[in-house]
């Protein structure tokens, strides 16, 4: 199956910076999905990321804090911005398909800590 | 009411025992599940996938839909201490890249 990774792996950053994710699928995927993964809670859904379109954003997520990018069929960014302590989290990227559009695939993650 | 409802554990089981993951759901939509498994400082990955209802195995797992109990589980056989991790369960109520639901997460502590 293909082989999907995240940089960096963690980060420390200042309250009011920005920071991007970047994830790499080593083969072409249709679907790729950004999530948040906070304490003791699910998954949650920031947005949905198809090549050649603008990202679909879940409740409470908006483009302006965080901003999408999906250039070509293996890659995507995530943008966290004006970052709060609130942000502090791990962020996963997916993919779907290979073996069943219904299922996804996640990359390693980034846990980000706003001070 | 929460759409997946999963305990979180921790659940501690010594080496050998069969253990017993659950998930129940409220959504009748949901037709597609999963289980990950999700190592400390790790991103999930995916043990299991089942349509509809019935069992699917796969070697020392075995993933049970009851459709009409809205109740799914994850049984393993013979646990090991390297199956120490966290267990989620996934839904999705449709197929063409539909968006999955999931559970919060069980913690699994197999003691040798």
């Known amino acids: 199956s293909a082989v999907i990774s995240q940089k960096p792996s963690r980060d420390i950053c200042q309250r009011g910076t920005s920071l991007t994710i970047q994830c790499q699928v080593d083969?072409?995927?249709?679907?790729m999905f950004w999530y948040r993964q906070q304490p003791g809670q699910s998954l949650t859904l920031i947005a949905t990321?198809?090549?050649?379109?603008?990202?679909?954003?879940e409740s409470g997520f908006v483009i302006d804090k965080f901003p999408i990018s999906r250039p070509n069929l293996t890659f995507s960014t995530l943008t966290v911005s004006n970052m709060s302590p609130e942000d502090s989290s791990i962020y996963l990227c997916?993919?779907?398909?290979?073996?069943?559009?219904?299922?996804?695939?996640f990359g390693p993650g980034t846990r980000l800590l706003v001070l | 009411q929460k759409e997946v409802e999963q305990d979180p554990g921790p659940l501690s089981v010594p080496e050998g025992a069969i253990v017993s993951l659950n998930c129940t759901y409220s959504?009748?939509?949901?037709?597609?599940f999963m289980w990950y498994r999700q190592y400390s400082r790790k991103g999930p990955e995916l043990l299991m996938y089942?349509?509809?209802?019935g069992n699917k195995e796969d070697g020392r797992f075995t993933a049970q839909v009851d459709k009409s109990s809205k109740y799914i589980s994850l049984f393993i056989r013979d646990s090991q201490p390297s199956d120490s991790a966290t267990y989620l369960c996934?839904?999705?109520?449709?197929?063409?890249?539909?968006?999955?639901?999931f559970g919060k997460g069980t913690m699994l502590l197999v003691s040798p």
């Open positions: 997916s993919f779907s398909g290979q073996g069943g559009q219904e299922t996804q695939y």
């Open positions: 083969s072409q995927v249709t679907m």
């Open positions: 990321a198809n090549q050649g379109s603008e990202a679909t954003y």
């Open positions: 959504n009748s939509a949901f037709q597609y």
């Open positions: 089942t349509y509809s209802s």
């Open positions: 996934a839904m999705s109520a449709g197929s063409g890249y539909s968006t999955l639901t």
